[in-house]
Nanobody, 124 residues
């Protein structure tokens, strides 16, 4: 099974930026479609962004479109989530997920592997 490890979370002020990273090991990274999910306290886990195996197709939830960018660096087996103009409502634990498929999915149960999550807190 692929192992995923997120990093880059932290406490920032509204309007600031963060870059989350997720490093994969145990499987050829280029064979994986990747996604980012987030879960706020007391809320369900939501699909935030996805990127296809090739990197040629991406998805963003309406709530983050125009502010977040997902990318992948196959040489480093890493997917990134660049977050700009952060808002308090972006506060959540962010999870990286992987599936052995051409395309990402918005459904949690379509992913084979998950990271432990990284906390992002945005103060007003």
């Amino acid at each position: 099974q692929v192992h995923l490890a997120e990093s880059g979370g932290g406490l920032v002020q509204a309007g600031d930026s963060l870059r989350l990273s997720c490093e994969a090991s145990g499987r050829t990274f280029s064979s994986l479609a990747m996604g980012w999910f987030r879960q706020a306290p007391g809320k369900e886990r939501d699909f935030v962004a996805g990127i296809s195996r090739s990197g040629g197709n991406t998805y963003y939830a309406d709530s983050v479109k125009g502010r977040f960018t997902i990318s992948r660096d196959n040489a480093k087996n890493t997917v990134h989530l660049l977050m700009y103009s952060l808002k308090p409502e972006d506060t959540a634990v962010y999870y990286c997920a992987a599936r052995q498929s051409l395309m990402y999915s918005g459904y949690e149960n379509h992913y084979d592997s998950w990271g432990q999550g990284t906390q992002v807190t945005v103060s007003s």
